[in-house]
């Protein structure tokens, strides 16, 4: 290629296209490695973050997976809004994302353009002709590494043309001069792009081609870093007050982290020759440690200050910070369907749980209306099902949203789980009403139950409350001894229903009881009362078994209306 005199004569196409190659092939790599790693992910964040230094480990790794510190730091901040995690975990991950971001950058590093074009004949190979689902997301992710290699080198025959045009030479000279002009450029083409990989990636390309500086080359990188707080930012828009003090320290951290380096770029950038030197890296590497040295020493010097910064922004943002769920309030973040199905299908069960103690505590308050006559219990358990039915139809919808994803057989086994269990609570929650419906047509008809009848069914509902929490457990745990114990128990509730009603039929012709409203209702009351603990077993065998409702999205209802069958 000759060179270039003017701006028009760049090989614009070649940037463009290779810019699309690049990040399709990073897009494509995370997803992938995402889908490889299972929920092995959601449950290192859920075991392991505890610890700061365990968690920024867990940020860490994530981002290496997902490719993206943004995606990272969205995950974070969803989970601290749905009340999953607190600011602290949250923090100690978004310092371990900063350092998972720079993988790709040092992938690039190893400057593997000419094997870039075998390795994703072998990755393309590997998905045509695998028939297991991990085997076809390794060859996806072989591709993904590939294309990001291949994006980069048809882009950097194109930009080391830059350095001829009349000008460009100039600005370059401007931005080594002023390193924060570079910084600034590179905050908003990363806002506005959404990838600081991208960034880095043509700052190594163009620095490796000597079309830029060092300090310029800097510059940009520490103003990727800043750019990058864009879309965490718009995720904890509307969120819960933790998760927006959350939002603000990502963006804090890596505007103060940036602008303490810019204060030091000279020594820093000298430290940077000196360690290329002496580690004998080339040009693409030298960029890649210099982005990976800078996020790991903001991680050191925030990591045993995460106390005192959760207590800033606290100042910062005062108010109550309540991270537990209210009744009818639950967080269902729309951003991490795509980004995580597995942290959004963790949502969706804390959803889920919310629902089991709304049900809860209205299978108690029917119990309390059958024994008290009071009125209000009625009333409670008619607001507690118009709850229910509103957080149905957003978890429904939530759900399908994620079965929409490419989902692996593992996690589409949890989305159909998590589906049919809702619908079972959903069914609980209208057959309360139903109940407490029954007692008010005979406390208004002016007429009681029986004393042993009404000891009957204090039995029943006993048995029916300790099923239906063991249900919630199985759910919760995956207990199979506790599932054991429920399969003797739902034989228990059908004989007693089976005596219960026997008993009735017995004392109405021994005792020649008149049909009332009471007498005409019981059979239906017990009949109802079976159905709630076949629903509470439905639970827990949805947990190990559920009815698989991915392959066939038109059989979506059809599995749901067998789910819920009483």
């Not at 290629?1 to 290779?18: K, L, P």
């Not at 699309?20 to 992910?41: E, R």
């Not at 500086?213 to 800097?218: I, R, W």
């Not at 039929?505 to 239906?524: G, K, N, P, W, Y």
Request: aromatic letters at 10%; a negative charge.
């Amino acid at each position: 290629m000759g060179e270039v005199s003017s701006w028009s004569q760049i090989d614009w196409h070649f940037i463009a296209g290779g810019l699309g190659l690049f990040l399709f092939g990073v897009k494509l790599m995370g997803d992938s490695l995402t889908k490889f790693a299972g929920t092995k992910i959601r449950d290192y964040i859920e075991k392991y973050t505890s610890n700061p230094l365990m968690a920024v480990l867990v940020g860490i790794v994530m981002t290496g997976l997902i490719q993206s510190s943004s995606a990272a730091t969205v995950i974070a901040i969803s989970l601290v809004r749905s009340g999953l995690m607190g600011m602290s975990q949250a923090i100690a991950i978004i310092l371990g994302a900063n350092i998972g971001t720079t993988v790709t950058s040092i992938l690039i590093g190893f400057q593997l353009d000419y094997l870039a074009y075998f390795i994703l004949l072998v990755g393309v190979f590997l998905a045509l002709m695998a028939s297991k689902k991990k085997t076809i997301y390794l060859g996806e992710i072989i591709i993904g590494f590939g294309l990001l290699f291949i994006g980069l080198n048809t882009m950097g025959d194109a930009l080391k043309e830059l350095q001829y045009i009349p000008g460009f030479s100039d600005m370059v000279v401007r931005l080594s001069r002023q390193p924060i002009l570079a910084a600034l450029i590179g905050a908003v083409v990363t806002g506005v792009i959404q990838s600081s990989s991208a960034i880095v990636g043509i700052v190594q390309t163009l620095y490796a081609t000597k079309s830029i500086t060092l300090v310029a080359a800097l510059g940009l990188v520490f103003g990727a870093n800043i750019g990058t707080t864009v879309t965490a930012a718009l995720a904890s828009v509307g969120g819960s007050l933790a998760a927006r003090r959350t939002s603000l320290f990502h963006f804090l951290f890596n505007v103060s982290v940036s602008i303490f380096f810019l204060a030091i770029i000279g020594p820093y950038e000298r430290f940077v020759v000196y360690m290329s030197e002496a580690l004998h890296l080339n040009d693409m590497m030298t960029i890649a440690v210099a982005h990976f040295t800078f996020n790991f020493v903001g991680m050191l010097i925030f990591l045993p200050l995460i106390p005192k910064c959760v207590l800033l922004l606290k100042k910062i943002m005062p108010g109550r910070d309540d991270l537990t769920l209210e009744l009818g309030k639950i967080q269902l973040d729309e951003a991490m369907v795509q980004t995580f199905p597995a942290g959004a299908l963790s949502q969706a069960k804390a959803a889920i749980l919310q629902v089991s103690d709304i049900v809860l505590e209205s299978l108690q308050d029917s119990k309390q209306y059958l024994l008290t006559k009071d009125k209000k219990y009625f009333h409670e358990v008619n607001q507690l099902e118009d709850m229910v039915n509103s957080l149905d139809t957003k978890i429904e919808s939530y759900l399908l949203k994620i079965s929409k994803q490419s989902l692996s057989e593992e996690l589409a086994d949890e989305y159909s789980a998590s589906l049919q269990v809702q619908k079972n609570f959903e069914r609980i929650g209208d057959l309360v009403q139903n109940l407490v419906e029954y007692f008010e047509m005979i406390y208004d008809s002016g007429e009681e139950f029986h004393k042993e009848a009404m000891d009957e069914l204090i039995s029943i509902y006993e048995l029916l409350i300790h099923m239906y929490v063991n249900g919630v457990d199985v759910y919760k745990g995956g207990d199979h001894h506790l599932y054991d114990v429920m399969k003797e128990d739902e034989n228990n509730l059908n004989y007693l229903e089976y005596e219960l009603r026997a008993s009735h039929f017995r004392r109405m012709t021994s005792q020649h009881e008149e049909a009332t409203v009471t007498t005409s209702l019981f059979v239906d009351i017990l009949g109802t009362l079976e159905r709630i603990g076949d629903h509470a077993f439905n639970i827990a065998r949805l947990t190990f078994d559920p009815i698989k409702t991915h392959g066939e999205k038109s059989l979506v209802a059809e599995d749901v209306r067998r789910a819920t069958a009483g």
